[in-house]
Structure formats: structure tokens, C-alpha cells
């Protein structure tokens, strides 16, 4: 079999329509990316009567690195690959003692990351992952019962109260009010506008040290991605295993001991979602 792989900016191959598109193409499901030591890249290739041909292939070009794309909008970047990952997960307790609560303040955050090198600029952008994603209502009601946080938006804090109507409430919000499921630095903005959700996101437009940081990121979203994308780079290189310890994961979310079932479990959906097929 001949392996071409298109121009992925190459986005339309054929006039099909919708239905006609489904059922006379074949698909292909990406699984394997190229890495530092095996530039290579496996797929599974579906045909028209579902038959199923896993494939991998050595990329005859030199390739580093894998591209990260932000569907949401957000800044691409490439990925250091060849990280060595564990091949167990972090306790639940050790994972709570590396996450600060979102009722820290500034002061707690910028300690709390600076333990792991972070300074103030990195912790400023990263926190600008909340430009995009929900929280559950105990996440924050603690800034609006008993009493009201002061330093919350009076109308926020009302249509907060309005999702959340009581300190236990199960109601989800948006992080972002401004663009939630856009990758942008409206987070800065809310921000600016005391209407950031957690304490650990409002506290950084009050402490003096962040304060200058934010007001950056809120006029310029070019800066906010550039110092976005390096706060990443230096998050993914925290304490990576060296030596024979862990592994290289072939697919970066998945343990390559459970590599098989991730492929299996594509394969199900696809099934579930096309009851005619007789696979
Ligand atoms: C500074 C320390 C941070 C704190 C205290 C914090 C806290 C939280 C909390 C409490 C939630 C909501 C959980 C819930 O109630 O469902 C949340 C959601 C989220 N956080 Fe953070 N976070 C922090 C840093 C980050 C970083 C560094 C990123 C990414 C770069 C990030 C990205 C997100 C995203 C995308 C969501 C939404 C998840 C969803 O929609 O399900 N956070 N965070």
C-alpha cells in the first residue's frame, strides 16, 4: 500500500454531500503520533465494507516535534516530544497537595507555584486557561454566602447568586464570561472588571505584583499567547523521569499499556454511532 498523506490544509477532496460523504469514504483514525526516536505515525484505515487495516508508517522527514492546536482558537505550539511519563497515576492526595484551592489568594498561588519555579508572569498566564471551561457552584459560592466577596461585581455576583441559590448548589457557570468557549484574553478583561469567578483568578488583578500583568495581557493578546505558550512548555518539563524510569507514551494522553483499548474504544464509537454497519 502507497502512504501519501494529504496537505493538512487541503480541508475539502471531494463535492460529496453529508450522507454520500459517510457512507462511500473511508475513514481514518489517527492513533500513533511521530516522536524523537521513531519518527513514525500509526493510523487505522476503515473501509467501505468495514474492514479495519491498522497501519504505521516511518514519516521520511525529520520530526521533532508534534503540533498542539487549540480548536477553541487559542495559540498553536510545538510539544517537546520524547518526555518520559510514569506508568501509574498520582494519588489522589498528592494530586491535592500540587493544586492550590481556587479560594487562595495571590499571595497563596504565587508561593504555592513558585515551589515548582513558576514566577509571577507564568502564573498570570497560565491562569488564563480559564478563559475557556465551566466550574461547579462550590467552587466559588464561598465568595457569595454568608457574605459577599467586596471585590466581586455587584450584577455578577446577583446572577451568580441567581445559578447558585445556595452554598451547595450542583449548577455549573462558565469561567469566562465575556467568551466562554473562546481561547482569548477576555479572561484579563472580566478580570479588570472584577468578574473573575475564583478568588485565585480576581486576587490577581489586586495584588500589586500581578496586577501590571493582567492590565498586559488584557490590552494584548499576542503577549498573553506568547507567555501562555512558554508558561506550558515550562509546565510540561515538571519533574519528567529520567533515565529507565517510566516511558515514552506513543499516543501523549494515553499509558502505552492501555494503548489498545484507546484504539478499541474508536473502533466501539464508531460501531455505536453507525447501527447499519456489519462489522
Ligand atoms: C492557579 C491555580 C488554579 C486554580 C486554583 C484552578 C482552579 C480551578 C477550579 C476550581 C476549576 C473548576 C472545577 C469545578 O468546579 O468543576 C477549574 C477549571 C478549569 N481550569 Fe483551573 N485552576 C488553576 C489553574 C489552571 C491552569 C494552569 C489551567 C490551564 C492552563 C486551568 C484550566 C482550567 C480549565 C480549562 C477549567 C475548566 C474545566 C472544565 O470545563 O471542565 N486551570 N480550575
Redesign the pocket.
Known sequence: MKLDFLDEDLMVVSQLDEKEYCEKSWKVYFDGVANTLGHRIEAILISLEKHYYPIKTRLNFNNTNNMAKYESGGPDYDVPLGRRDGRTFATRNVTLQN??????NAST?LA??ATKNFDPTD?VA???????????????TGRLYPTQDPSMDKTFANNLKGICPTANSTN?TV?DIRSPDKFDNKYYVDLMNRQG??T??QDLYTDSRTKGIVTSFAVNETLFFEK?VL??TK?GQLSVLTGKKGEIRANCSVRNSDNKSYLASVVEEELEEEPWSEF
Not at 99 to 104: G, K, R, S, W
Not at 126 to 140: K, M
Open positions: 493544586l492550590p484551592p481556587p479560594f487562595a498561588i504555592s507555584l502564573v497560565l491562569s488564563g486557561g480559564h478563559t475557556i471551561g465551566i466550574s461547579h457552584c462550590t467552587s466559588f455549573t469561567l469567578l475564583f485565585s483568578d501562555f508558561s506550558m509546565m
